[in-house]
């Protein structure tokens, strides 16, 4: 047993430190530590840094782009992406529908959709969710029907992330809807957004952005070749793909960031004759999430290196990842509310222009204007991706026998 | 001891809710209204003058309605159930008990009438950036001028601050910026030569705005209360806001705990009603026990909003707000869980209640201030 | 509304006050404030002295030793014995069995019984719980049969509070063992512990105390008029007696008494240069407790009010006073044991004799010792009388409609 | 980054589980033990001496197994498993870490063997009444006498100092009581004149002592380490205990926590296994989740129980603990409740590991103690 990263492992975290640092453009780095608003030209200026640098992809096969790395130098590279605020690369295109194609399309898919899928040149947004199925994903009622060379879609999505700025979406569609099982009959489609019939209607969310979408199939005619892997099996590529979205679940890095800022602006806010970072009690109950976090982290190395050590039986601490790091994000969300103390109150609409690094508004303080408005939007992590509930649920039955 | 209502208390109540609770009932018309200035819906505000809400803290001799804190408790759970937007907390609430218990019976005449028909609104201009909770942390100057002062400050987060039509300002005429003593309250029209105004959204729909004093020029009977004076009736007014707001959050709590039952009992998962799942019907539970814990201290700080033994007062109000702050949090996070993706959308009501909640949250102090408010006055188990 | 007491209140609240501490002997206060073992005769002599002045049975009929209280007498009757560290009258005499015979006996069980349980001449235990059942009352397997003028008991009961001091029992036991429902067929039975065939065996609990028992009854022959109330009809009566064991089940004024405690305890023991007290952090945790207890406090008189007030419905916060409650004491007992720190370990045997007012002990402070124990042992608030699991499964039955 | 046990990690593990497992699976035998002096089984005392045991933290060269951290943190785990009532963390993990990193190869050479083979015990004399839980708070004094010195001084909770054959105890030779200077070590016999012991048993059925040393005479040589320099000693000693206690809280917790699984799947009320209820079902992920939290800082505080870097160290330690501590009462406490009634009961095993996850919680440093700790440090997040 020895706890510490290798030698080797240090030296390619300072180097993609380094590499980050000096490639991503500071202006959106800080805008990601600010909690502000960060466009969709920030999103693809970032992703195309990293693919010109084979970093966008390094989960994907070598032969396509990806890197031979071990899972340890993933999380090192997840980590520093994460807690050097720099955006992830679009996990729409890099871990789920890319690996998707990878695994089950067909060479000429793989060629044609693979490099605009890294390069971000083709956007991609995640058509799973359906109103009224919430957690129940298997019960969704988007058809397909075969029309002569054409598939024909209808229904409608939910909860469908940046569709606005997507342009493609992967979707699940019934396609044989006298299944046995829910789960039977389901198909997965790859779609061209500017396909005639698909609109998209924004869903406001609490802190007043626009995140998410409603996307409406009304005939939707695409070719045969929309279908990835076998027919009425797409259930399959779903369930690969949400194995996948489990990687980084805890979001150990983007807390680290969050919580590096606590710090900064505890010190910056008056409080008394100081700063709010005076009071021993706020200072303990930072501690007490720096903690958290702490033991959350070294939970996600032991399961990481459970999979390098090949073990055959996923590691059960893995299934609290999910659960232990949205409770962190959150907590972290209740601390800079505190921090913005009665200045929270201002609303700034989070997609009007801010000038960069302007610390200073006349009713109150700049960066406290983002305070309240992420603690309502981080409400979300303990709910989508499967409910902190569900994850009980499963971590009950699937790993204590209940 | 009895916590019944009377018959007029109980039809106060009544009549409250049948004007308020319809009005913002269509969240579309709601973020209509809170688009347009002056953010609020004047043609309800003549309503509430009509019922005499806007009076209701005045003595009826000069005019008001007599109300006590449970008459204000009952108006400001019912804004909370409806989440009204007009600035009755602004107007009414601190102006108006600031002008009850701190003017002369001349500037008492001469605005009670007009805060009670409507006419007037009035926004308390006290908050500064580097005050945070400290209630006597003002840096705001008056410099005497001849007869009258001399205003020179900045203001934040002014409650509807942008659309009233005179200001209560707090500025410092002795002292050093957070001594207690020598702060003095100055009514201010709005539109005076040098006043600044920058009007703004707030996170939960209503409106504030940051306020600039620039060389304005004030009379000396623009002084309410006496000179340098003012910090004791600062501190009774806003204990008597937080009485306030610990009512609206617990009538905007209840409706948020029934919204989720209501959603528990028909939204259905795996083919059942998910209010048939354990956890979620404990959880339910433990938002029951919340609301019915800060009920208790609700009922509480109106009691003692009056109180007049202010060490006594300042303890109750304090142990409200902490059970308050914690009741309103919890019952706004356990709701938007159990409503899932639907519970942080703008589209739906329980998130607003929770914007709502949050934001009371913040107000004039929150939990780790109170606390420390409380530690001050020497504990509480003694005191009670 | 006016949330103050009446004049008239005051003068009662006083008058109790005044009785108690001038009354009922210091040292037995002394050991019950300093948490330490409480004998039966200490218990004995408290009861002696409220009933020769008609406190100790205030909830029964006036006819019977009881007084015309109201219910705002009777809570402040209640929290006046609770917060001057007076052992509450016998709950099992005054507050259930007594009840019992009272609605259901018959004149000469009444005459028989009644006074010297009001004198605790009888010291009763309940019969309620079994092995397996647990929360599942109705589940019970104690079986009495009919034979000529006798009944034969057969069985085992357990968690059978103070039976070791306890000369009579009252039970449940089935006595039509065909019958439909699990609640049918059940009676109720008033038996003398002396006779034949009754075995008590102590179960230790985790803080060494001897609180509870098994109680076992092998052919226990009782005579006919052991019945109270209607054959097979039992299960009134316990729902009868449960509803009252609710009464002051919030404890608030033993969670008032403990806080009182803990305040001069943290102002007593040393820590850096000064006492414990002088610790924001751990003032600022004490605090939160008593303004839980000061909710509780208005949501019980909230309750007692709504019963003055002759509403019909119960007042739906009557529920939640079990689980606040409990959660209360139970977060006294931790701050104690905060304040005792290290000192928490030495153990000394509850039972044994120690003398009064001892306050040091060379192994530590004698006070601490209880810390631990008392911890240990209100674990079981939050489990008996129906655990805050069932409780809460009530609540969101009856009250929400879940 | 490696979690893996080598295979002679893993031998050690799986021979300390067989010899300590059964050994007090027998509650009714346990508390035999225990209640005879000293307290705990002499005989399998010895076992652990021939299983090497009680020679795990020395090097090879002086006769020890040469084992560091982790191997402490699997006996320690094995221990905690087994609710086991032998000295180990008096003897070997505090007065042995003493003596290795504090004695002199003289010292050394005539204390090791005896350790190992299980003929001499010892306890750490350490913790005076009014120090709670500061290191240096040390009252008792080390006057000068000719060439060696006299003690004189109280001392509380000494674990296991009623049997042990050698103490030793801190005094202070120079400097005020909470001066981290000027604290030497003294090894001193336990039946030496002037040392009166009184011994009790603990909330968790082990033994401790009060001490008293009445002008008791030591020669020079008796220090050890330094004359004034122990502070930094002890605390190193009491970050290693810390980690080693931080192991024994994780075996008993996860040994409480299989038995509550096992209690869920068995036990049945109202006709189904109470397992099957969700609120249960989701308590026992949840205890499982604080589990888990806490074996990684168990891992991480065998890990840093040997860094040289002292802050790094405290901070690692003080975080570590504050986890276990945490992870600790929550999994206890719910244990307790899941099993209900038979939970409280000394006659159930359940009990017996809250109890002595109670006491770890109370040992070293409570949570307060050790955030603050962890404050002084400079704080966390940068360091790590």
Known sequence: ?402 | MNFELTDEQRLLRDSVDRLIGPAYDDLAHRRRIAAEPPGYSRELWAKYAELGLLALPFSEEEGGFGGGPVETMLVMEAIGRGLALEPYLATVVLCGNLIRLGASAAQREALVPAIADGSLTLAFAHLERQARYDLFDVGTYARRQGSGFVLEGEKSVVLYGDSATKLIVTARTEGSRRDPQGITLFLVDADAPGVSRRGFATQDGQRGAAISFGSVAVTESAAIGTVGGAGPLIEQVADIAIAAIAAEAVGAAAALHALTLDYLKTRKQFGVPIGSFQVLQHRAVDMFTALEQARSMEYYAAMMAAETDAPARRSAISAAKVQINKSARFIGQQAVQLHGGIGVTMEYRAGHYFKRLTMIEQAFGDTPYHLRRLDAGGGWLDAA
Request: aromatic content about 8%.
């Open chain 1, 1 to 402: 047993m020895d706890l510490r990263l290798t030698r080797e492992e240090i030296a390619f975290r300072d180097e993609i430190r380094t590499f980050l640092c000096e490639n991503i453009p500071e202006a959106i780095r800080n805008r990601i530590a600010e909690g502000r608003h960060v466009g969709r030209e920030d999103y693809v200026t970032c992703q195309r840094i990293l693919n010109a640098h084979k970093l966008a992809t390094p989960n994907w096969p070598v032969a396509w782009g990806g890197r031979d790395w071990t899972p340890m130098q993933r999380y090192i590279f997840g980590e520093e992406v994460q807690s050097n605020n720099v955006p992830d690369p679009l996990p729409f295109n890099v871990a789920m529908v890319g690996p998707v194609i990878i695994a089950f399309g067909t060479e000429a898919q793989k060629q044609r959709l693979l490099p605009p899928t890294a390069n971000l040149d083709i956007w991609w947004c995640q058509g799973f969710s359906e109103p009224g199925a919430g957690s129940d994903l298997a019960s969704l009622k988007t058809r397909a029907v075969r029309d002569g060379d054409a598939w024909v879609i209808n229904g409608q999505k939910t909860w469908t992330t940046m569709a606005q700025w997507a342009n493609w979406i992967f979707l699940l569609a019934r396609t044989n809807p006298e299944a046995r099982k829910p789960q039977e009959g389901i198909s997965f489609f790859l779609v061209d957004m500017s396909t005639p019939g698909i609109t998209v209607r924004p869903i406001q969310l609490l802190d007043g952005g626009h995140e998410v979408n409603e996307v409406f199939f009304d005939n939707v005619r695409v070719p045969a070749d929309a279908l990835v892997g076998t027919e009425h099996r797409g259930w399959d590529c779903a369930k690969f793909l949400l194995a996948n979205e489990r990687s980084n679940i805890a979001r150990v890095g983007i807390s680290k960031s969050r919580l590096r800022r606590i710090r900064a602006l505890a010190r910056a806010v008056p409080a008394g004759d100081g700063s709010l970072w005076d009071d021993e009690d706020f200072r303990h109950r930072v501690l007490q999430v720096e903690i958290d976090l702490k033991a959350l982290e070294m939970t996600q190395l032991r399961v990481i290196a459970s999979e390098r050590e090949g073990s055959r039986t996923p590691n059960p601490a893995s299934s609290i990842l999910k659960i232990k790091g949205s409770e962190i994000q959150q907590a972290t969300t209740e601390l800079a509310l505190e921090i913005a103390g009665p200045f929270a109150l201002p609303y700034h609409d989070p997609e009007a222009e801010y000038p960069d690094g302007a610390n200073d508004l006349p009713e109150g303080f700049g960066w406290a204007d983002t305070a309240a408005p992420t603690y309502f939007n981080y409400r979300k992590t303990s709910i989508y991706g499967g409910s902190n509930e569900i994850q009980r649920n499963i971590i009950a039955k699937m790993v204590l026998g209940l």
